[in-house]
């Protein structure tokens, strides 16, 4: 059952009573909480006022008695009686401290008034009756910032949703869209019978299945002008010799996003669902976009296959709508993000043949490298290159001579992405630089090089070339490169303890002493670097744990997912910081959208004004889990 915050306060409440409830009414959970539930609240609750400067509790203090509820003011929480690393600074709408309170002992915390504050403080027995009795109260006790994350997620969603009125999201199960029965066959069936049958029921592909339906195969229009085109079939010959065999396929529980996914990475407008291994239903590009709203296959193969770079350029232009589109359906920031760089890297494909269909045929074999947010898969609207090339140097030539053909292929290349709107590297992180087109083994001495002498410069390229992954070509020589580079770092504990310091240079805004975190988000501070001084200490902070622990993905959400599975950050904190960063990544998307709506140059600088209290509140969650994650990372490699 849904309910709803009064929307007006009873006059039978005491003036003090009323202010508090009023206060409360801009954060969760309290919007969501029943009107019995908030009066039980204010009517146990006493208010109580501190100085700049006194102590709020602290472990002296004994068993914990009360849960306190920050109204006004910014309270500094610091894990020992002396200011060090173990600081953050609470707001309006923080509540403390949970845990000491559920296990019915002192605090281990020392919190101190920052600023004159005022606070409520609910006897725990009155808390404990709370959390029982109200389901929003217990939820956000139990879950806090994930159920922040959520909400924010719905006012994206109303924000993006402007004239568009799908019936259904992107995170829609399978299950919705399998109408009608598949149409079949089985492999003995004539290519004219399942012509036949593509006719009769007007559709674009009969799956091939046998007795129990377990799928064996699919027959589309694609295989009919293939097989027609190339003179392979007879009217009379078996279905079965000219199916494609073991189709892609999901289950009924996979969401659209997931089969939008599938279908663009592997080009194809048709993918089967099966429930334990029977076929219950085919589902074309056109049943989960019916109305083309969201055109995420199309767009991709035209991509794919745009025949000129003025083409492609214009076809990136939708991207941005593209993205509205997403977030109005739900989408998450990893998923839009994770999409916008499969566009990328479809840009890049396709620009790579083009170039390379009007270039020597004589050219050494090689293999494009992506590094930074897009060898992450996390790239936004703001984007410029990080690109290289390995490449295998054939008998009878040296490496200079291999550089000198590449070279000129590889500026093309650059140029070309830079004329799509991935604009070149102004720290020449390009495949153009003669310094990052190397032989596979060049790039393995320069990867050696990099960790065994951890110098400034040294330190910055391994945080731009160690998220990395292989693009296009063979990657013979990358697949070997990745867990060299594992066992090297692994070997190296003080190229390890310098990348950890190194990741601990950004200053969050809640560790500036001009910037403390409650103020910095209520006053005038002007703006936030979403890039500098939120997301980066998020990807440098995971990148050093997940090398130091053999993890070669490169996206920092799946370093962090296999961190937590590691048991190297426990499950909370994996979540955690899954969350707040997938926060920060939805701020960033939705800021660079804004400006390409009014035709601004996009940056990274979020204006506060713009923020409501909520966005500000989970701002603020965002950037103590930021700093959490430093904390580990110091804790770690005892900096």
């Known amino acids: 059952m849904h309910h709803h915050a009064p929307d007006s306060i009873p006059s039978s409440l005491s003036e003090e009573q009323q202010f508090i409830i009023q206060a409360l009414r801009p ?3 309290f919007n969501q909480m029943q009107l019995p539930h908030l009066h039980y609240l204010v009517a146990h609750c006493t208010q109580h006022y501190f100085t700049p400067g006194s102590i709020v509790l602290s472990p002296k203090m004994g068993q914990v008695q009360h849960w306190f509820l920050l109204i006004e003011g910014t309270i500094c929480a610091q894990r020992s009686a002396t200011p060090d690393d173990q600081t953050f600074y609470l707001g309006s709408g923080d509540s403390f401290p949970l845990v000491a309170l559920q296990e019915e002992r002192a605090t281990r915390t020392h919190y101190i008034a920052q600023s004159a504050c005022t606070c409520v403080l609910l006897p725990r027995d009155a808390f404990n009756h709370l959390l029982q009795q109200s389901e929003p109260f217990r939820l956000f006790m139990r879950e806090g910032s994930a159920v922040l994350l959520d909400k924010l997620r719905k006012q994206a969603r109303l924000y993006h949703w402007q004239e568009q009125h799908p019936d ?31 006719h009769e029921h007007n559709v674009s592909s009969v799956a091939i299945t046998n007795a129990a339906q377990h799928l064996l195969g699919i027959f589309t229009l694609r295989d009919l002008r293939r097989v027609f085109s190339q003179n392979l079939a007879e009217r009379d010959q078996p279905i079965g010799q000219l199916m494609t065999l073991d189709p892609y396929h999901l289950s009924p529980r996979h969401t659209a996003y997931d089969a939008a996914m599938l279908m663009i990475q592997h ?17 074309s590009e056109r049943d989960l976009f019916d109305l083309q709203r969201i055109n995420l296959v199309q767009l991709s193969r035209a ?11 214009q076809l990136r232009q939708r991207i941005p709508r593209l993205v509205q589109a997403m977030l109005a359906n739900e989408a998450s920031a990893p998923q839009v993000t994770h999409l916008i760089t499969q ?31 897009e060898g992450r898969h996390e790239q936004t609207l703001l984007t410029d290159q990080d690109n290289g090339l390995m490449f295998y140097t054939p008998e009878g030539m040296t490496e200079d001579a291999c550089r000198e053909l590449l070279l000129p292929v590889a500026r093309r290349i650059n140029e070309a992405l830079d004329s799509c709107g991935l604009t070149l590297c102004t720290g020449n992180i390009m495949a153009s630089n003669p310094e990052l087109c190397l032989s596979a083994e060049e790039w393995l001495h320069k990867f050696r090089h990099i960790i065994l002498q951890p110098d400034p410069e040294h330190l910055l390229q391994g945080s731009i070339f ?24 692994a070997d190296s504990p003080q190229f390890q303890r310098m990348m950890a310091s190194n990741a601990l240079r950004y200053r969050l805004p809640l560790q500036s002493p001009l910037q403390r975190l409650g103020s910095f988000l209520q006053t005038h501070e002007p703006s936030v670097d979403l890039k500098a001084g939120a997301l980066s200490p998020f990807v440098d902070s995971v990148r050093i744990f997940a090398l130091s622990n053999g993890i070669s993905e490169a996206s920092t959400l ?62 603020r969650e965002s950037l103590r889990q930021a700093k959490h994650l430093q904390d580990l990372l110091r804790h770690r490699y005892q900096l």
């Open 27 to 29: 954060h969760a959970p």
């Open 168 to 198: 259904t999201s992107l995170n829609t199960p399978l299950a919705h869209f399998v109408q009608r029965s598949p149409i079949t066959c089985t492999t003995e069936q004539s290519l004219a019978d399942v012509v036949g049958l593509m």
């Open 267 to 283: 080009n194809i407008g048709h993918l089967c669902v099966c429930n334990n291994q029977r076929l219950v239903g085919v589902l």
């Open 303 to 313: 991509l794919r296959h745009a025949e000129n770079l003025q083409d492609l350029r």
């Open 343 to 373: 566009l990328n890297d479809h840009s890049t494909l396709r620009i790579i043949k083009l170039i390379l269909a009007d270039s020597p045929s004589t050219l050494p074999p090689f293999c494009w490298l992506s590094f930074g947010s």
């Open 466 to 489: 160690f998220d990395l992954r292989a693009l296009w070509g063979d990657q013979t020589g990358f697949d070997a490169l990745l867990p060299e580079l594992l066992a090297l770092i």
């Open 558 to 619: 799946e370093r962090l997912h296999q961190l937590g599975e590691h048991g190297i950050f426990t499950t909370d904190d994996a979540n955690a910081f899954h969350d707040a960063y997938s926060y920060l990544q939805l701020l960033r998307l939705q800021l660079h959208l804004r400006q390409t709506q009014q035709n601004q140059p996009l940056n990274n600088q979020l204006p506060t004004a713009e923020l409501n209290p909520l966005e500000r509140r989970m701002l």
